[in-house]
């Protein structure tokens, strides 16, 4: 019996051998064929010798030397200046266009609205907050509008107060002026 098993075995492991000539046959056939194209390098032509001739200015990495001159910002007198030597708020940062109110509160009586800006950030801002790249202080806050007035420069050493507002209506760049 066990003869007999060790034949049926040998038998069925041998049977199982894959018949792949056919398959081999074909792929060589294929591979004589297909012709092989490489396409030639490409021809570079040579370019002039570039000549640095700079070594003995400055390096446009480091920073400029100071010259001794102070440059002032022209002011005429008796006219609106912004306070300079004031320490800047976050909203300060950013221009109006990208900033828009999302909400109005009272607290303890006192009127705060919500400011965000267009990086996502939300600021709490209340009257006397300044706002914007032109100065823009908070004047009020009323009904979802935060009305404010910026200082513009007029090119001749003074400068401009404009009334600008935001309103929770608007979005970023859609502000009232």
């Known amino acids: 019996m066990k003869l007999l098993f060790i034949a049926a075995l040998i038998l069925v492991l041998t049977s199982c051998d894959a018949k792949i000539d056919d398959l081999q046959i074909y792929i060589a056939q294929v591979k004589q064929d297909t012709p092989i194209s490489i396409e030639p390098y490409p021809q570079f032509e040579a370019k002039p010798t570039f000549i640095y001739s700079a070594q003995s200015m400055r390096s446009p990495f480091q920073r400029p030397r100071n010259t001794g001159v102070e440059v002032k910002p022209s002011s005429q007198p008796n006219c609106a200046q912004p306070d300079f030597a004031r ?36 600021f709490k801002v209340t009257k006397g907050d300044y706002l914007g790249l032109f100065f ?42």
Do not use: H, R, Y
Request: glycine letters at 12%; a positive charge; charged letters at 15%.
């Open 87 to 122: 320490s800047k708020q976050p909203l300060e940062k950013f221009g109006i266009d990208a900033l828009s109110v999302t909400g109005v509160f009272t607290s303890n009586g006192k009127k705060w609205a919500l400011i965000q800006s267009n990086t996502g950030s939300l």
């Open 136 to 177: 823009g202080q908070i004047d009020s806050i009323n009904n979802g509008t935060v009305s404010f007035t910026e200082m513009l420069p007029d090119g001749a050493g003074c400068w401009q107060k404009k009334q600008a507002s935001l309103t929770m209506l608007s979005k970023a760049g859609e502000n009232n002026v």
